[in-house]
């Protein structure tokens, strides 16, 4: 495929930023292969857009249209604070004879032009050598891309007050909860690209975050890396196939791509998709020839040990998952088994939360009790329907779980343990109470890390319980969704939202309550087969990792 020179925008960049492929895919992709967006993504604009009318509202300024006409108008006019707006500007950067772009341009080696007049003018200047003795082979090269940017907020600069004509300062508008380094990012290109209508290039900016705090950014320790980022894309954009990146369910779940993504990567580099094989691990192992997950299943292990900052624990745990996946049967570490603690009553726990407005809303308990030879199955949720009702509902998962103070209680990864800790802290309930509580959680997701190797994709809650068979009563729920069913319960009072949300917690509680039935059955049976062996002294070290 070959990129069109044309113009590039702000966001662009910012989406190359957080991943290689996805501007290129929205640029040359199959559109049909594309998903609907993200409700949650949805939410997450709105939340925004009310962040700016809240700032707007409290520092009042003169709201403009696209364009630098309008922007060069109201800067003129010295108006103190400008929203909205975008900038357009075309960046010049010099070529090096090996066709590699300079990082970071001297002087008047870069320009920037805000019409095709200046255009003309600067690219003229650039060109023109400075000793007019010099061959023309040494005239250096240079690249040029119009770049534009949509604008959240330009400030008068306070020190420029009373010298002429005013300059102004960039201020971007996120609703995260701390500065990022893609929104300084944005801050020094939108600085670059003012800079050339104001003839001065503002040296800060500022962030204003969901607190609405103003955080002040330093812009000049990143514009070579603005640069570098800018010239990246543009190679990236003239290649015939899109860059390879490997993904990661905490980058990828929300993206459009996920599903194409999945599949090339699936066809092109499978090892890639391989639990443990991390952006840093994949290049090591290309490295030393393994390229496949039959050349990593079938490699001597000593050879693996030995590839350079790998590891030797690391080595075995990605040959072991290699011989998984490829049989597509469980690998077990431990023989025999280790037994998880049973009891005639258990308690399966799992946790809705909306880190929007930092709220557990939803603490799913399912009670199984095992009574005269029957499993009675119920399942509790304490909600809190109200962002004030968080301490009402952690108070009654307190007293929930007291009715059976012998009962394990199952949950899935740490989440639930951090959380059972803040809510501890927050609602002042007694330290001594909290510890013995958090004494009764059995983390299923340590356990199956420590105890069996599975021929999946990752190791989370839905594929596991995917794998052995387990449904969901909405198929295309996941966490993203439970955050967005809450938002819009909060804001439309629609309850069928929150009917959503206990049908989805509920079922990822009997998805735990299915995956330890499955592990304490599995076990059982392996370590019948392990006692087996050892009786024909056929057994094998158990492996670790």
């Known amino acids: 495929m070959e990129f069109q020179q044309g113009s590039v925008d702000a966001e662009e960049l910012l989406a190359f930023f957080r991943c290689r492929r996805l501007p290129y895919l929205d640029r040359f992709g199959p559109q049909e292969a594309k998903l609907p967006p993200e409700k949650l993504l949805e939410q997450w604009r709105r939340d925004r857009q009310a962040l700016q009318a809240a700032v707007l509202e409290q520092f009042p300024g003169e709201q403009v249209a696209p364009g630098n006409e309008a922007l060069l108008a109201a800067m003129a006019a010295g108006t103190e604070r400008i929203y909205g707006g975008q900038v357009v500007a075309k960046l010049f950067w010099e070529v090096d004879p090996e066709g590699v772009a300079e990082a970071e341009p001297a002087g008047s080696a870069v320009a920037l032009a805000p019409s095709p007049e200046t255009e003309v003018e600067l690219h003229s200047t650039a060109k023109t050598p400075s000793n007019p003795a010099l061959p023309p082979a040494a005239v250096p090269e240079f690249r040029s891309l119009w770049v534009s940017s949509s604008l959240d907020l330009l400030i008068r600069d306070p020190s420029g007050i009373g010298k002429g004509q005013p300059s102004y300062l960039p201020v971007h508008i996120r609703t995260s909860k701390r500065p990022k380094p893609e929104y300084e990012l944005l801050l020094v290109l939108q600085a670059e690209l003012l800079g050339s209508l104001q003839g001065q290039l503002p040296k800060r900016g500022f962030l204003i975050l969901k607190d609405g705090k103003w955080h002040p950014v330093h812009l000049s320790r990143r514009r070579a890396q603005v640069r570098r980022l800018l010239q990246e894309y543009l190679r990236s954009l003239e290649q015939p196939e899109p860059p390879q990146v490997l993904m990661a369910r905490s980058r990828c779940h929300l993206c459009h791509w996920r599903e194409h993504c999945r599949q090339l990567n699936a066809a092109t580099q499978p090892l890639s998709l391989l639990p443990g094989v991390t952006g840093s691990r994949y290049p090591l192992l290309q490295e030393a020839g393994i390229n496949s997950i039959e050349a990593l299943a079938n490699a001597r292990l000593e050879m693996l040990q030995a590839i350079p900052k790998l590891g030797a624990g690391v080595a075995l745990q990605l040959q072991l998952q290699a011989r998984a996946t490829l049989s597509r049967k469980p690998l077990w ?33 399912l009670v199984v009790e095992q009574a005269e030879g029957n499993t009675i199955v119920n399942y509790h949720g304490c909600l809190a329907a109200e962002l004030q009702e968080e301490g009402q509902a952690w108070q009654q998962f307190l007293q929930l779980v007291q009715r059976y103070p012998e009962a394990p209680i199952y949950h899935f990864h740490d989440f639930e343990i951090q959380t059972c800790r803040r809510l501890g802290e927050q609602y002042q309930t007694d330290p001594r109470e909290v510890r013995q509580l958090l004494q009764r959680f059995v983390d299923l997701h340590s356990w199956v890390r420590r105890s069996v190797v599975l021929p999946i ?78 009786a024909d002294g056929t057994a094998s070290a158990a492996v670790s990792w």
């Open 333 to 365: 570490l431990q023989s025999p088994p280790q037994a998880l603690p049973t009891a005639s009553v258990e308690l399966y726990f799992d946790i809705e939360a909306d880190p929007r407005h930092n709220v557990a809303y939803l603490l799913g308990l």
């Open 457 to 534: 994709e990752s190791y989370s809650l839905k594929n596991i319980a995917r794998w052995l068979g387990f449904k969901w009563r909405l198929p295309e729920a996941n966490g993203a969704h439970s955050i967005y069913w809450y938002s819009q319960w909060l804001e439309t009072r629609d309850r069928r939202y929150l009917e959503q949300s206990l049908i989805y917690n509920e079922d990822d509680c009997r998805a735990t309550y299915h995956l330890k039935a499955w592990l304490s059955q599995s076990a059982a049976l392996e370590s019948v087969n392990s006692l087996s062996l050892l």
